[in-house]
């Protein structure tokens, strides 16, 4: 075990995996510069042919990506930001989301597109956001939003090893985050499979991306006056361990979903949705989200705190539904 | 800023032109089978058919081996056929069977061979552009010599992709063929109302050897053809290609059902019969003595057959079953 930071640990899985799958490339703005760190010392050592600075030209970007992808080049496409995305939206939704179906399962879609989310540290609007909900509607591409240096290796490791296009979505304020990664060469984190942080009895707080630190935080300040959390950080949305959340909720009775996406048509909302349907039952107070509000992010630091989740609001929305 | 000719006299010689003719007959007497069966309500969605335009397409592709690229449009049915696609897969695609190039999930929108290099007839115009042109990024990295071609018409031209493709492939040299077919509709609006310039202009913008050409002339789209694809094959870039054509059925077939008033006169649409490819061709073989009436019976004979057993097999395959659905979103991965 080292100990590193979460953007070194995505460093770390593309250099291991590029040396070790040597089809393997890379594109983005400024990739060579790197931004957000993640990216540094790839070109240095792999080279033009596989490490590429793009013009700004996300349309193109996504497209390509998905066409290298789909020609047999196992292709990371980094966005920069989630925001930019969008203005590559073809490539992702209607291209990367839906070829392998609409080939017949003909194609494989080995392609990874990286992008930083999230707000609070005033870059506006459009360069805030937490858009996955969008992409878990689109039905055919994967979704990783890591919250430690540990769970963003392994899951990109996965994303380069597997054939499945893959959104792996970086929590900007969490990159400085340091964390035990391990060095093990296979070290792996499936889809599929949420992280329990720490068992409880008394409620389930699920926990996303940025939310996660937040909801640890949370989960001691409860335990201090008696109340027993089970933290769950599902780590990927799409797929989506819902047998994991519906059994904590079984047996905790109570349901706090904490995520900095807008919360309509949140992945919030989702699993409140599917908690609803499949353990209703065991309900004994009302599900909480704790989201960030059905507006564009404004750029005014205290308005950001307003808005945006935190630890005192898990408590509270904790302590409403214990009451409940 | 001085580009590279992309003129050759080049020529493929009459046995490859027999084949090419064939191959354009083929794709022709498909289309009017699938035609027949849209009108008829046979079939569960729409087609796009390309008739008028398959020069472009045989020609081009008469340079692809099977380890080559093609991406396409929603008007893919004879780029599809021109990449060595089967018309019984095809037919049986947009019939909605399993048996289908894409076991009846993907649709004339979506025909799909990727053991031909053939990586897909696209719903959104430009998508092929964006995905020929990472084939291109694949295959330079590959360092085989392989080659990818986007075909798109002059209405997907005024999507941004194209603009942002051509800028990375000059500046990566990707091996890629750009071919614009030009058929002077952007699906029911006149090109000249929605394009502004030259679209080609627009190419040797970004310093790319260019050429235009007509389109309906299948030697003159070989020959051109020839020389961008072997200079992509070489490492020296892309090129461009806008082959005027024109396409002679609808934008969808299903259109006179819901136009209110036709958007193109009769008379131009006769005037463009007059230059169909395909008797153009066989007119130039006969010239060339390399083809007689008989051989054009047998030709037609052969091409009739071959798309006879391919409705039939159409018909007696089964639709398919949720199992291939759920099999074909995620790689070893339920959805």
């Known amino acids: ?324 | 800023m001085s580009q590279p000719d992309l003129h050759h006299n080049f020529t493929p010689g009459p046995e490859r032109l027999k084949a090419m003719l064939e191959r354009m007959l083929l794709i022709r007497r498909t289309e009017e089978q699938l035609g027949a069966d849209s009108r008829s309500g046979e079939l569960p969605g729409n087609v796009h058919l390309c008739a008028g335009q398959e020069a472009i397409a045989v020609a081009v592709c008469d340079h692809l081996s099977d380890d080559d690229y093609v991406g396409s449009t929603h008007r893919g049915h004879g780029h599809f056929l021109a990449k060595g696609g089967s018309a019984k897969s095809l037919i049986a695609e947009v019939h909605g069977k399993s048996s289908g190039a894409c076991g009846g999930l993907g649709g004339s929108m979506h025909v799909t061979d990727l053991s031909k290099g053939m990586i897909g007839a696209n719903g959104i115009v430009g998508g092929g552009i964006g995905l020929a042109a990472g084939a291109a990024l694949s295959a330079q990295v590959a360092g085989q010599g392989q080659v990818a071609v986007a075909f798109f018409g002059d209405g997907a031209s005024s999507q941004g992709i194209l603009s942002e493709v051509m800028n990375i492939a000059v500046l990566w040299k990707l091996p890629l063929l750009l071919v614009c077919e030009y058929n002077g509709y952007s699906e029911f609006s006149a090109s000249a109302t929605v394009n502004a310039g030259e679209i080609a202009d627009r190419a040797r913008a970004f310093g790319m050897p260019t050429e235009v050409i007509d389109g309906n002339d299948l030697e003159a789209v070989w020959a051109v053809a020839a020389v961008a694809i072997d200079r992509a094959r070489k490492g020296e870039g892309p090129s461009f290609i806008e082959a005027k054509t024109y396409r002679l059925r609808g934008h969808l077939e299903a259109e006179d059902g819901f136009l209110q008033a036709p958007y193109r006169s009769e008379d131009e649409i006769d005037q463009w019969r007059t230059r169909d490819p395909i008797p153009r061709l066989a007119q130039r073989l006969v010239e060339l003595s390399a083809l007689t009436a008989t051989d054009i019976e047998a030709l037609e004979a052969n091409v009739a057959a071959e798309v006879k057993d391919a409705l039939q097999f159409a018909h007696e395959s089964e639709p398919p079953g949720m199992e291939r659905v759920l099999s074909s979103v995620f790689v070893d991965q339920r959805p």
Do not use: W
């Open chain 1, 1 to 324: 075990m080292v100990k590193m930071r979460l953007t070194q640990a995505i460093n770390a899985a593309y250099f291991e995996e590029m040396e070790r799958n040597e089809r393997i490339v890379l594109f983005g703005e400024d990739v060579e510069v790197s931004m957000f760190g993640d990216t540094r010392g790839l070109h240095a050592k792999f080279g033009s042919k596989r490490v590429r600075n793009t013009p700004i030209s996300e349309s193109a970007m996504t497209g390509m990506a998905v066409g290298a992808a789909m020609a047999g080049t196992p292709t990371i496409c980094h966005l920069m930001f989630s925001n930019f995305a969008l203005t590559g939206f073809d490539g992702i939704a209607n291209q990367a989301a839906k070829l392998r179906l609409m080939t017949g399962g003909q194609a494989r879609l080995p392609v990874t597109f990286v992008a930083a989310i999230g707000a609070g540290t005033s870059t506006g609007a459009q360069h805030s956001d937490t858009p996955y909900p969008m992409f878990m509607n689109l039905g055919g591409i994967n979704i990783a939003v890591p919250a430690t240096p540990a769970d963003a290796k392994g899951l990109m490791k996965s994303a380069l090893r597997g054939f499945n296009p893959t959104i792996f979505l970086l929590p900007r304020v969490r990159g400085a985050t340091a964390g035990e990664v391990s060095e093990d060469p296979d070290f792996l984190v499936p889809y599929g499979k949420a992280s329990v942080l720490q068992e409880g009895t008394d409620i389930t707080i699920v926990a996303i991306g940025s939310c996660v630190n937040h909801a640890v935080r949370a989960a001691k300040a409860l335990k201090e006056d008696g109340v027993s959390v089970e933290l769950i950080d599902p780590r990927t949305l799409v797929p989506l361990d819902t047998d994991t959340i519906v059994a904590s909720v079984r047996k905790t009775g109570r349901l706090v979903v904490a995520d900095e996406a807008r919360d309509r048509c949140s992945a919030a909302s989702h699993i409140a949705a599917v908690v609803g349907d499949e353990a209703f039952s065991s309900l004994r107070a009302p599900i909480k989200r704790v989201t960030a509000p059905n507006i564009p992010m404004p750029y005014a630091p205290a308005l950001e705190r307003a808005l945006l989740p935190d630890p005192e609001k898990i408590v509270a929305a904790a302590m409403l539904t214990m009451a409940g």
